[in-house]
């Protein structure tokens, strides 16, 4: 495994952080924006492990929470757990599979939204929406687009980073 530089992965969480936070506000569908930051986390977990997902999730939860207008130290909370659990599941599949990676950032996507919503709830009871109200019209979408954005930005950071075998990869 090629070792990357610390600069050039907070660099790219930082770019993405921006990009979420301005760009992406225009590309909504269904009233949802993928989330691109959790992603980054989670390729971050799936390709260089555990440890790096989880460090990685810190920070982009940190981040994250100096601009968002919810309780402070929820979205650190959450892409911590998130970055941690992928990347301890990272030797249980092939990490280089497109479908694997889909469902993965599905999967914990929606697990961070729900995760997100639902300690809202238990801290500063913010019961706007109801549980299934949300499930379906947020983070269903929202877990759906983040996934197939994933696809081609997993593909743009396997080159940025340099993982990319010679062969194609499945």
């Given amino acids: 495994m090629r070792k990357v530089s610390r600069f050039r992965i907070y660099l790219v969480l930082f770019f993405m952080l921006l990009l979420h936070m301005t ?3 225009k590309f909504r569908i269904l009233g949802c924006r993928p989330d691109l930051v959790l992603a980054t986390v989670i390729f971050y977990a799936i390709f260089f492990g555990g440890r790096m997902g989880m460090e990685t ?3 982009a939860g940190f981040l994250t929470d100096i601009f968002a207008l919810d309780l402070f130290g929820i979205n650190v909370f959450i892409f911590c757990v998130v970055g941690l659990s992928v990347g301890a599941m990272n030797t249980k599949f092939f990490k ?3 479908v694997i990676q889909f469902l993965l950032v599905f999967f914990f996507t929606l697990l ?3 995760a997100h919503i639902l300690l809202l ?3 500063i009871k913010f019961a706007s929406v109801t549980f299934f109200g949300y499930l ?3 983070a269903l979408p929202a877990s759906l687009y983040t996934a197939m954005i994933s696809i081609p930005l ?3 950071y ?4 340099g993982l990319k075998k010679d062969e194609e990869l499945l």
Avoid: P, T, Y
């Fill in 23 to 25: 760009i992406l506000d």
């Fill in 57 to 59: 999730g810190i920070v």
């Fill in 96 to 98: 280089e599979s497109r």
């Fill in 112 to 114: 961070a939204n729900l």
């Fill in 121 to 123: 709830n238990i801290f």
């Fill in 136 to 138: 379906m019209r947020s």
């Fill in 154 to 156: 997993f593909m743009g």
């Fill in 158 to 161: 396997l080159n940025i980073f």
